[in-house]
């Protein structure tokens, strides 16, 4: 399982970026993807999650209104819609992978230990 993200950078507070995982060696349908994000000194936190064979997603309840998480399995890459961003939001944006569980399962999404392959993650700096 190979993870890449991209789409970081610089943007203004109120602006927007969409950061993209393109996966290799997986396929989407089987394979859920999380969003997790660590700033300096802070513990990584989780974002959300997506099964893209079925489309059901989830957020951390602090993310909920701002962030989206799609999918675009042809492509296979998973993509994190980001409005509105604060300069709190500055943070590196990792994607993760596990085999999709069940339902009930995946709603577990929000710890580390639940995903079992990582990106290395890009930078979102939020700034004036």
């Known amino acids: 399982v190979q993870l890449v993200e991209s789409g970081g950078g610089l943007v203004q507070p109120g602006g927007s970026l969409r950061l993209s995982c393109a996966a290799s060696?997986?396929?989407?349908?089987?394979?859920?993807i999380g969003w997790f994000r660590q700033a300096p000194g802070k513990e990584r936190e989780g974002v959300g999650c997506?099964?893209?064979?079925?489309?059901?997603?989830f957020y951390a309840d602090s993310m909920k209104g701002r962030f989206t998480i799609s999918s675009d399995n042809a492509k296979n890459t998973v993509y994190l819609q980001m409005n509105s961003l604060k300069f709190e939001d500055s943070a590196v944006y990792s994607c993760?992978?596990?085999?999709?569980?069940?339902?009930?399962?995946?709603?577990?999404?929000?710890?580390?230990?639940?995903?079992?392959?990582w990106g290395q993650g890009t930078q979102v700096t939020v700034s004036s």
């Open positions: 060696g997986i396929t989407l349908d089987d394979y859920a």
């Open positions: 997506i099964s893209p064979g079925d489309g059901i997603t």
């Open positions: 993760a992978a596990v085999r999709t569980p069940p339902v009930h399962i995946l709603r577990r999404w929000n710890r580390i230990t639940f995903w079992n392959a």
